[in-house]
């Protein structure tokens, strides 16, 4: 823990017992602050899930979480990186109901950053 707090990668969650539940929480606070940087930890996350997630769900929670941070950070750069990793998604989770869903809300965000232009 000393070497995390050094290296600047720890954060003290105050009272917070939330914090001693779920220390991710801590993290995720700080970094909505800033949505660009949250989108580039959560694509980090989306694509490491996309390596090792047996069953599609945490994937597909990750895909929604970076759909929405790419949307309020305007980071439309990032679609490219999600159309990829939903074409891999794709193929290994066919048939899981929520790779459906992720492909709809992907396209709907294209559309909308389309229209924004």
């Known amino acids: 823990m000393r070497r995390a707090y050094e290296n600047g990668a720890y954060f003290l969650g105050g009272d917070s017992k939330l914090a001693d539940i779920n ?3 801590v993290v995720w606070d700080f970094l909505i602050e800033v949505p660009a940087l949250a989108v580039e930890v959560s694509v980090k996350e989306l694509i490491s899930a996309l390596k090792r997630d047996e069953s ?3 994937t597909a929670r990750l895909f929604f979480r970076t ?3 790419i949307e309020l950070s305007g980071r439309e750069e990032y679609l490219h990186v999600l159309e990829e990793a939903f074409e891999e ?3 290994v989770f066919p048939d899981y109901p ?3 869903r992720v ?3 992907l396209e ?3 559309g909308r950053t389309r ?3």
């Open 56 to 58: 599609g769900s945490e």
């Open 108 to 110: 709907a965000l294209k």
């Open 67 to 69: 759909l929405k941070l």
């Open 103 to 105: 492909g709809e809300e």
């Open 23 to 25: 220390p991710e929480t």
């Open 98 to 100: 929520l790779t459906e």
């Open 89 to 91: 998604f794709a193929r």
């Open 115 to 117: 229209k924004a232009l």
